[in-house]
């Protein structure tokens, strides 16, 4: 069976705060003495992803929608 994937669309400015927040619980794991294997992962996942220019289209809640 095909494994999922996840896309988020992410600006500068949250994929900034998605690598800090992984670099920080790299850095507890390593003072609490557990393995970041995973998190090493991630962080080279986000931090090397491609990047791609499109168009964001928001709709309101469905709950708005029946008003």
């Given at each position: 069976?095909?494994?999922?994937?996840?896309?988020?669309?992410?600006?500068?400015?949250?994929?900034?705060?998605?690598?800090?927040?992984?670099?920080?619980?790299?850095?507890?794991?390593?003072?609490?003495?557990?393995?970041?294997?995973?998190?090493?992962?991630?962080?080279?996942?986000?931090?090397y992803?491609?990047?791609k220019?499109?168009?964001?289209?928001?709709?309101?809640a469905?709950?708005?929608?029946?008003?």
């Amino acid at each position: 069976m095909k494994e999922k994937q996840y896309y988020v669309a992410l600006d500068d400015y949250e994929h900034g705060i998605v690598i800090d927040a992984l670099n920080r619980k790299r850095t507890n794991l390593k003072n609490e003495g557990r393995t970041t294997d995973a998190v090493d992962d991630l962080i080279v996942k986000i931090g090397y992803a491609p990047q791609k220019n499109f168009r964001v289209v928001e709709r309101k809640a469905r709950r708005d929608e029946a008003r």
